[in-house]
């Protein structure tokens, strides 16, 4: 029995043995770490995006929403991108008007003042009151704006002073 249990021990032996040398060898790879812990990776850290425009799909859109210019009647003025753009969103919101009833317009020119076209009718605002417009325009074709083009909310009539305080938004597809 001393011989069948000798026999049994070498032939397992033998099995694991032939098992252990015909594995395959496992190789150790070093790795290079390099400490990122102070460049900035390109992720956000909430839902708000810090910058001006953003590109989807090789689409760009820019956006603005910036307060107004007191003691002005074309309290803001937004430049478009420096390409032919659509201007899908122009909208202005009154917190405080001026200190008579004017009317609002929404426009577009070469330069800051310069509003040679109009992208609304006029629109009421009473005196001291607060209110929300959104351009729009027949026909469609003057959201079509040129590169480097003005946008503007101007203040018509009214005899007042002219100090709103408010905010504009517009946003921009590039063509």
């Given at each position: 029995m ?66 107004f ?70 026909p ?36």
């Open positions: 001393n011989k069948l249990l000798v026999s049994g021990l070498a032939g397992a032996l033998l099995i694991s043995t032939i098992f252990w040398v015909t594995l395959p060898s496992k190789t150790v790879k070093t790795v290079e770490v390099k400490d990122v812990s102070s460049e900035a990776l390109g992720a956000l850290t909430g839902p708000d995006i810090p910058y001006q425009y953003i590109s989807v799909g090789g689409v760009q859109m820019y956006s603005t929403n910036i307060g210019t007191k003691d002005t009647t074309t309290p803001r003025a937004i430049q478009s991108p420096a390409a032919t753009s659509t201007l899908t969103l122009f909208a202005a919101k009154f917190d405080v008007s001026t200190t008579s009833a004017t009317t609002v317009r929404f426009t577009r020119g070469t330069a800051p003042q310069a509003t040679t076209t109009a992208l609304s009718g006029q629109l009421a605002l009473a005196a001291n009151a607060r209110g929300s417009f959104v351009a729009s325009s027949t469609e074709a003057t959201f079509i704006v040129p590169p480097s083009n003005w946008v503007q909310v101007s203040l018509v009539g009214g005899s007042g002073t002219v100090s709103p305080v408010g905010t504009c938004v517009a946003q921009f597809t590039v063509l």
